[in-house]
């Protein structure tokens, strides 16, 4: 149940909005061309991925495209308060004048459906929300220049954050919507260092339901046919290459060179080394 509104427009459009709630609420996001940051000031959310839930407590932040996100969130437990930043592709081009900045391009060679993200507690964040809550409270103050000024800096602050790819990822597919097949995003990701819910992430997934697609399509559990793989091209490079074993290693997607050489050993009968020289030897 929405218990106070209030919103700020931007060339006719809604662009602030803070909303506060009561449980039990769900709170529906249009399925429009733009993307949405929520930030949690009281409470806590509940934002429905596929079939399971992310949790967004106080302080943290939500960011999604409102086409293939789903755009739902609920709550339960305790009051709510949203404040929304909402950002517009022909508003973006057109306060940027041409010159879209790199925030807003997908990062090079990524392969990714993903279509949300959860943002922890960051300080410049919230000072930044701070700052719009005093013009919700004094809407006469405000003037089409600062709400401008506002946007670029959310942009500013976004692209600061450890979430920068994602949010590139989410940005992008406003201005150029490209949507990936489930074996694209696979064989992209083979050898990276994602763990299976980073993964499942890319796919726009929940773990759960990335599990049954990937039994369907290769007839095996991801872990399982993810480590075959990378020990194949790990095993490939070993006799066609003089790359240091290290380098290989993290070459095929593991994090270090023990976890590489225990997998490898368990699979061959052999440590990396001997599999070089014994295959070595063999002409």
């Known amino acids: 149940m929405v218990d106070d509104y209030k919103k700020i427009d931007l060339f006719g459009k809604s662009f602030l909005q803070k909303v506060a709630l009561k449980p039990p609420f769900t709170f529906d996001f249009p399925i429009a061309n733009q993307a949405c940051f929520i930030y949690i000031l009281e409470g806590d959310i509940q934002y429905q991925l596929d079939n399971e839930q992310k949790n967004i407590p106080t302080n943290y932040s939500l960011f999604?495209?409102?086409?293939?996100?789903?755009?739902?969130?609920?709550?339960?437990?305790?009051?709510?308060?949203?404040?929304?930043?909402?950002?517009?592709?022909?508003?973006?081009?057109?306060?940027?004048?041409?010159?879209?900045?790199?925030?807003?391009?997908?990062?090079?060679?990524?392969?990714?459906?993903?279509?949300?993200?959860?943002?922890?507690?960051?300080?410049?964040?919230?000072?930044?929300?701070?700052g719009l809550l005093f013009y919700f409270e004094n809407q006469s103050l405000?003037?089409?220049?600062?709400?401008?000024?506002?946007?670029?800096e959310i942009m500013l602050l976004l692209s600061q954050t450890r979430n920068v790819k994602a949010i590139q990822v989410i940005l992008s597919q406003l201005f150029s919507p490209t949507t990936y097949t489930f074996k694209q995003i696979i064989e992209a990701h083979l050898f990276s260092q994602l763990t299976l819910d980073e993964l499942a992430q890319q796919l726009n997934l929940s773990i759960s339901s990335f599990k049954r697609e990937f039994a369907k399509i290769y007839g095996d559990t991801p872990a399982k046919y993810i480590k075959t793989?990378?020990?194949?091209?790990?095993?490939?490079?070993?006799?066609?290459?003089?790359q240091r074993i290290t380098d290989i290693a993290y070459e095929c997607g593991f994090n270090d060179l023990a976890n590489f050489t225990k997998s490898f050993s368990t699979s061959y009968k052999c440590t990396p080394t001997d599999y070089r020289l014994k295959r070595s030897n063999k002409f």
């Not at 405000?142 to 670029?152: A, F, H, P």
């Open 229 to 242: 793989k990378k020990l194949e091209k790990a095993a490939q490079l070993l006799l066609a290459s003089d």
């Open 142 to 152: 405000v003037n089409e220049d600062i709400l401008i000024l506002k946007l670029k």
């Open 64 to 130: 999604l495209n409102c086409i293939n996100s789903g755009g739902q969130i609920h709550g339960t437990k305790s009051n709510c308060e949203l404040i929304i930043v909402t950002f517009y592709p022909d508003i973006l081009k057109k306060i940027y004048d041409r010159e879209i900045p790199l925030i807003h391009q997908a990062p090079q060679n990524l392969v990714s459906n993903q279509s949300s993200e959860k943002i922890n507690n960051d300080f410049l964040i919230q000072k930044y929300i701070e």
